[in-house]
């Protein structure tokens, strides 16, 4: 009886236990997809938009009203002589509430991302809507 009693006694005790760790797992439905070829120190999450110009990369993301470059990273890798891959990333979360259901749009131009003029720059995030 004395054993059945403390397993009986530790039963609430691990359940509280799990429901304040569940606390700790930050699932984020909107990052999607990991690029596992990648070096794993960021999650390169699906955008909702990108376009490469001449110059300048544009993404968008999703934002609960206060997202701007300073929420996002930017990862560059060199692929070949003028050939650059950027893989965005969340930094902080956006814990503003407005509704943008089609996110902002962020834009940076190659000498931010580090990028030469005249390079060719694709974008590593899947994107979609």
Known sequence: MPKLFSSLALAPVMGITLVALSGCIVIDAEEGVL????????SYGALKGADVSAQTVTIRVTSNGCTTKDFIGADVRKTASDRFSVGFYREKEDYCRANLPDGVALTWDFAELGI???????VRNSVRN
């Open 35 to 42: 690029h596992e070829n990648w070096d794993g120190a960021h």
């Open 116 to 122: 030469p003029e005249g390079a060719d720059v694709s």
